[in-house]
């Protein structure tokens, strides 16, 4: 075990990470000095909770000063997307986006406050919505899309939202690809949303591709 002497700089490092996380002194004082003299980190312990947000880490060092070499060991509990990843605010803000989207969309099948424009008559596309109006089948669309949108937008159960919204995204690229092609500006960002708030899910990621 190694005592490092504190200093002016590293107490201010650990009160800001103190106001910023849940975290005791003693582990915001750890997490500055890892900070400070740049710990490359072995997440050989991750145990996140119940709801994924803190996680346990466990990291060592080893570095040379002088003659003399030591170990130091950190354990903290530390939100990781916050410290490590500069695309928190990426996923977070595709992940708002996304729900904002269609939480305007479904709402607007039933209060129609957003006038959408029809498919021109004998056209595919009117074919194509005629049926789903006429058998019920857009309402329960927009039934799931209204409950993905709360979930994207409260960030609970965000890989239930994603599950619920996958195959409803297809189908929009796909209706504006071979059904009615034309007015590809949303669509695409859409899609473009739904992959980044997907890419910040790693974990549902590596179930999906899990073999």
């Known amino acids: 075990m190694v005592f490092l002497p504190t200093s002016r ?63 130091c060991f950190v354990s903290f509990c530390l939100n990781p997307p916050a410290f490590y990843s500069p695309m928190k605010h990426l996923f977070t803000a595709a992940r708002i986006l996304l729900g904002l989207i269609f939480l305007v969309f479904s709402l607007n099948y039933w209060l129609q406050f957003i006038p959408i424009p029809g498919q021109p008559e004998g056209s ?41 919204l996958g195959p409803i995204i297809v189908n929009i690229a796909l209706f504006h690809i071979l059904v009615a092609p034309g ?16 890419i910040g899910q790693k974990s549902f990621l590596r179930a999906i591709f899990a073999k």
């Open 9 to 71: 700089s590293l107490a201010d490092t650990a009160a800001g990470l103190k106001a910023r996380f849940k975290l005791s002194l003693a582990d915001a004082f750890a997490a500055a000095l890892a900070k400070e003299i740049k710990i490359h980190w072995l997440r050989d312990c991750v145990l996140p909770d119940q709801r994924g947000k803190r996680f346990e880490h466990k990291a060592t060092k080893v570095t040379k000063s002088g003659n003399y070499s030591f170990v």
């Open 183 to 198: 007015n590809y500006g949303l669509t695409v960002v859409i899609c473009v949303l739904a992959l980044v708030t997907l």
């Open 124 to 164: 595919h596309g009117a074919s194509f919505m005629g049926a789903i109006f006429a058998t019920k089948f857009l309402t329960v669309v927009k039934v799931l899309e209204l409950v993905a949108a709360v979930l994207l937008l409260s960030g609970r159960y965000v890989n239930l939202a994603l599950v619920l």
